[in-house]
Structures are given as C-alpha cells and as structure tokens.
C-alpha cells in the first residue's frame, strides 16, 4: 500500500507541472481564431497538441486526486476531527478551507481584482498577437471551403485556382477547406490568402499614416459606417462625401460588406478606399490608403484625371497610354492612332452616336447587381429614353430596378436587357 501511495503521489506531482506547463502556453497562445489561421506553435508543438495535453493531463489529475484521497482517506478525516476525535465538518478548518474556494470561484465569475487583472493581461496579449501574426478575414474562415472562402471575399474562384497551381499548392476539389489544402501543402491557410489576396504595396515616403490599421480587424465587415468611422474618430459625412468622390456609394447605416456588394468590390478594396479616404480627409499629402495608391474604380482611371468630372454630357472612358509630356484631352473623342487621350462619348438618348451609328458597350463585371439609373450613368445615356425603349418591349422598369431584377422578371439575362436599353 505504501508503494502505491508514492507512485499516485508521484504521478500526481509529475501531472500537475506539465498541466502548469500547458496552462501557462496556452494563457500566452493567441486566440483561437487566429492561432487556426496562421497554425500558430511553441517549441515545434502545434496549439492544437498543447490544448489535447492539457485536455488529457487535466483529466488525469481528476482521477489521480481521486485515488489519493482515497489512498489517504484517514487524512482527510483526521481534518475534520476536533481535539475528542469527534468529526465536525462545520469546524474551523474545513469552513476555511470552503471559503477560499468559493472565493476564487466567485472572484473568478464576476470579474473582480486580481483575476479581471489577469483576464485583462491575456486579452492584451491576444490583441497584440493578433496583431503580430495576422487574422482571418471572419470568424471560422480556415474551416470554410474553397469555394465559400473566395464567394464570401468575392473573388474569382478560376483565378483562385490558377493562382494556387502556379504557387505550387495543390488543391483537390473546390470543396476542400482551407485547413485541409494548407495541411496537405505544409502551410497555414494565413499563407494561401496572402497568395491570392490582392497585392498590396508600401505608402511613399514622407506620407503619413492612415488612422486606420493596415489590415482590417475580424468583424469589420459586420460594422456600420457610422459604428467605424466612430471608432476611429472619423466624421462620417465627411468620408461619405470623399468615397462618393471615387465613385463608391456609401451610407452611415450601411455595412462594409453591404458597400462591397452595391459596388461590385471586394471587401478588401473597400477597406483600402476607407483607408484612403481617411487619410485624405486628414490631410495626408497624396491620400495614400493601405497600398500606396489611389484605390481603382471608375473615376481613377486616369493617372492626371482621377478625380476630374467629365464634361457636361460627357463620360469618361477607358484611357490610352500616355505619351510623355503630352496632355490629357478629356473633351475630345480620341481619333483612332491617336494615343494620349479619353474616349469620350457624347450625350444622347440611348447609346448612339450622333452619325446614328450604335456605340458598342461591352458587359461590365458585375452588371446583373447594377441600377438601370448607375448604368445609364455610367453610359452617359438618358435614363428616360432607356426606359422607353424597354416599354417597347413590353418590360416595366425603372430606375432604382438592378439588372438582375429586370431579367428575372421578364425571363431575359442581364446582358439582354443592356443591348435593349443600348440598341446593340
């Protein structure tokens, strides 16, 4: 019986350091969320073996703690006896004894000092980590597949693909999820976004900071406008207006990931125009955002035009290569061989020209989500001679209608109701 008691007392002892040592790993391991994405480890000891030890040597500990006090079950009496061996469980010492464990419990609960300090410890070094190893784009992001990953950040699912196969990581199926491509290819799923993600460079020198951080934060995309611009002190109006300026509708009840649908961008895309407006509307010189550059849309296309409206009637188009030195001519259509200037089209009911020939208007990314009025816009054709001609087909539009809800009500595609409204 000796023996035995040395040996469950030994092991008890051995348990209880290497549950401490797992404890104290995992206190200082980032959270979950961002230790799944970047495959986080300590000492070449994935968080996910440290959590299944400290699962099982916790589990050990119960049933060790439960065979000592039985191996020693005289002791635990001989607690609650008073000077004439009599057992009081009510007595001073096992009251104490109770106490202290209510004490730690009930502290522990209700977040009072010491444990709201040591809670609030591990949540700044959660942060910091976050901050150090990266997060995922939204929670579970790691444990979604292929597929759902790239429909969720909206990027395109063959050019994914292309891009994985050129950077030698191979993936099975659409529907494998991003742990079990990253497992299989000896790298985080941290790793593959950052090969697919758009690339993104330093700010010049001498501009300043964005008040924004240079990768949005998990749950961003779940906020309001007038929550973000909140929390960084933003005036919300204000950004409102300088998005309008590079042609991204926005507003204060909007979400960031409802601005990336209405605008046919990516999340990402969003989040680098915020940060360039935020710079922009603190005066920082160039307005650089998260990757040195003014975000792309349809109002930058141009390097020296990309905030100039277009002329009355006019809409500006995709531009030629510049020739050094040599000046934009924005209100003048560009004659084919002529390099160094804006295709301009003239105003006019529909999408002709005015020698009646038809303009030819290839499908933009993202039709079947556009407004009739954007398009038109856009297109710099009048919205009401847009209308008519597709009254004259028997389908009932209006302005406010997307593409999609045009073709699904009068069993056409998207593409069909656009070569209606631009007599193509």
């Known amino acids: 019986m000796l023996a035995l008691r040395r ?18 790993v995992l206190f200082f391991k980032p959270a979950s969320g961002v230790a799944q994405w970047t495959d986080w480890s300590f000492l070449w000891i994935s968080w996910r073996r440290y959590e299944a030890m400290h699962l099982g040597l916790g589990l050990a500990l119960i049933v060790l703690a439960v065979v000592q006090a039985l191996l020693n079950l005289d002791l635990w009496l001989a607690a609650l006896r008073d000077k004439q061996d009599n057992i009081r469980p009510l007595s001073l010492a096992p009251c104490l004894g109770l106490a202290l464990a209510l004490a730690v419990a009930i502290d522990a609960a209700f977040m009072l000092p010491p444990m709201r300090q040591v809670v609030d410890y591990a949540a700044r070094g959660r942060a910091n980590a976050a901050a150090l190893y990266g997060e995922p784009p939204y929670d579970g992001a790691s444990r979604s597949s292929l597929a759902d990953f790239c429909a969720k950040l909206g990027l395109d699912l063959d ?30 799923p941290a790793a593959i976004y950052d090969s ?11 501009a300043k900071p964005s008040p924004l951080p240079p990768e949005p934060l998990a749950g961003m995309g779940r906020m309001t406008l007038a929550e973000f611009c909140g929390g960084y002190g933003l005036d919300t109006g204000q950004i409102v207006a300088k998005l309008a300026e ?18 046919n961008r990516l999340p990402v895309e969003i989040y ?25 849309g349809p109002s930058a296309s141009a390097p020296n ?34 390099p160094g200037q804006i295709q301009a089209a003239p105003a006019q009911t529909g999408a002709e020209t005015p020698g009646g020939l038809a303009l030819k208007i290839e499908p933009p990314v993202g039709l079947g989500k556009m407004l009739i009025s954007e398009f038109c816009k856009k297109y710099t054709i009048e919205q009401a001679g847009a209308l008519k001609k597709l009254e004259a087909k028997n389908i ?10 045009v073709a699904l009500e009068n069993n056409l595609t998207p593409k069909a109701v656009m070569e209606i409204i631009t007599g193509q």
């Not at 693909?161 to 099975?172: E, F, G, P, S, Y």
């Not at 680098?272 to 975000?295: I, N, T």
């Not at 809409?315 to 003048?332: C, K, Y």
Request: no cysteine; glycine share 10%; aromatic share 4%.
């Open 159 to 188: 050019r994914v693909q292309n891009t994985l196969a050129a950077k030698h990581i191979m993936v099975a199926s659409t529907g494998q999820t991003l742990d079990d491509i990253a497992g299989k290819n000896g790298v985080s």
């Open 196 to 206: 697919i993600r758009p690339a993104k460079t330093d700010a010049p020198p001498g």
């Open 272 to 296: 680098d125009a915020l940060r360039y407006v935020s710079s922009a509307a603190l005066g920082v010189p160039g307005g650089m955002g998260a990757s040195g550059q003014k975000p792309s």
């Open 396 to 405: 009932l539009a209006f302005g406010d209608m997307t593409f999609n809800e």
């Open 246 to 263: 590079i042609d991204i509708r926005a507003g204060a009840a909007m979400t960031l990931n409802d601005m990336a649908k209405i605008n």
């Open 305 to 338: 035009a990309a905030h100039e409206p277009a002329a009355p009637g006019m809409e500006q188009g995709t531009p030629t290569p510049l020739a050094p030195a040599q000046p934009i001519q924005s209100a003048q259509p560009a004659q084919p061989g002529q």
């Open 7 to 24: 040996i469950v007392s030994l092991s008890l002892f051995f348990t209880l350091m290497l549950l401490t040592a797992t404890a104290v």
